[in-house]
């Protein structure tokens, strides 16, 4: 399970990259766009919970 979200994490992550690389508005740390924002918002949940989850074990 643990890789499952750790697959999850970086898929957000990757998805932001590449969404930061190719909008005129977002930079690398800040969404500046509606796409942007949600696709900001996923990594960090994602990365949220894949941190809490390795904190606990």
Not at 23 to 41: E, K, L, M, V
């Amino acid at each position: 399970m643990a890789a499952d979200l750790y697959t999850l994490y970086m898929d957000a992550l990757r998805r932001w990259t590449e969404h930061a690389a190719d909008c005129g508005s977002c930079t690398a740390d800040q969404p500046a766009c509606p796409t942007g924002t949600r696709r900001w918002q996923r990594f960090a949940a994602r990365q949220d919970e894949y941190l809490n989850r390795n904190r606990k074990q």
